[in-house]
């Protein structure tokens, strides 16, 4: 494969043009070869996180792909260039889900007290539905009012009928491309709504009124690992979810509809069972949420 730099034309996409433009002039050479793309990729990978070489990767094949559609490459290029790419394996932070990694339950309500201890709440907050939802950080941001839906159902508890009160929350994930649902309790969505007081967004930042962006979002899980004693991102926290549906011996393939993975195998567990909307909320709620419900945001903060 030889592509030269002056014939590339953009995507119009700005993440990938903004991706793709920095690694050629990394490579700095008038023709890009097959050779310059693995070595850029075995040069940095001790160097970049993982999350980084991966979204690079795909920012420099959708732009070659799209340099191939215009120039009406043949399949055999359009072959080589997928092989290419395929060849380029880069390491995983998480390569299984690791109960030593992610958080458990126990660590998650100890970490959410600290946090309320140190008047943290937002940090509280944002930790517990992070884990709680399993959600993919940019669907967590992206979620509207509109798009939760309250509902309903009768279910039998040491032999008297109680009603349990959650909420439907419709996700379209970026990723895949794909629209499902994740459910969770009605205290944690109320926990949620009351703090941010979001007019269109779910999440909304408290100073500004304004949507939370995905820096933003990063940031404050970031600062959680000060009061952590391991290591914490929003990712692990998708991760501690899974892993804790494993540990309890609940419906795995429930947790990966959830989850929005398009087959059971993303979440390396195979379960055959109906959804169960009361086995869902009890892995959910945490005993930490009664400290939180009706908490009022601090406006000094």
Request: proline residues 2%.
């Amino acid at each position: 494969m030889k592509i030269s730099i002056k014939s590339i034309v953009y995507t119009n996409d700005t993440n990938t043009d903004i991706r793709a433009k920095r690694i050629l002039n990394t490579i700095g050479k008038s023709v890009i070869t097959d050779t310059d793309i693995i070595q850029y990729f075995n040069r940095y990978k001790n160097r970049y996180k993982p999350s980084t070489l991966s979204r690079d990767k795909a920012a420099l094949k959708k732009l070659f792909l799209f340099n191939y559609e215009i120039q009406n490459k043949s399949i055999i290029e359009f072959y080589k260039l997928d092989r290419l790419f395929k060849s380029i394996k880069i390491k995983s932070y998480i390569n299984k889900l690791n109960p030593d990694t992610v958080f458990s339950e126990k660590e998650i309500n100890k970490l959410i007290n600290k946090l309320l201890y140190e008047n943290e709440k937002e940090l509280a907050i944002l930790l517990m539905f992070g884990q709680s939802t399993g959600l993919r950080p940019s669907e967590i941001i992206n979620i509207k009012l509109s798009d939760c839906i309250k509902k309903s159902i009768k279910a039998i508890n040491k032999n008297k009928i109680t009603t349990i009160k959650y909420y439907i929350i419709n996700i379209y994930a970026n990723k895949t491309k794909t629209s499902y649902q994740s459910i969770v309790s009605e205290d944690l969505y109320q926990i949620v709504n009351n703090y941010f007081k979001g007019k269109v967004y779910l999440l909304e930042n408290p100073n500004t009124k304004t949507q939370f962006k995905r820096n933003q979002y990063y940031r404050r899980i970031a600062k959680i690992k000060k009061y952590a004693n391991k290591n914490i991102y929003p990712y692990l926290l998708r991760h501690g979810y899974a892993t804790n549906y494993q540990n309890k011996g609940k419906d795995i393939v429930t947790a990966s509809q959830l989850m929005g993975h398009s087959t059971s195998t993303h979440t390396k567990y195979y379960v055959h069972n109906q959804l169960n909307i009361k086995k869902i909320l009890e892995v959910n709620q945490y005993n930490s949420i009664h400290k939180i419900k009706g908490v009022k945001r601090n406006e000094s903060k």
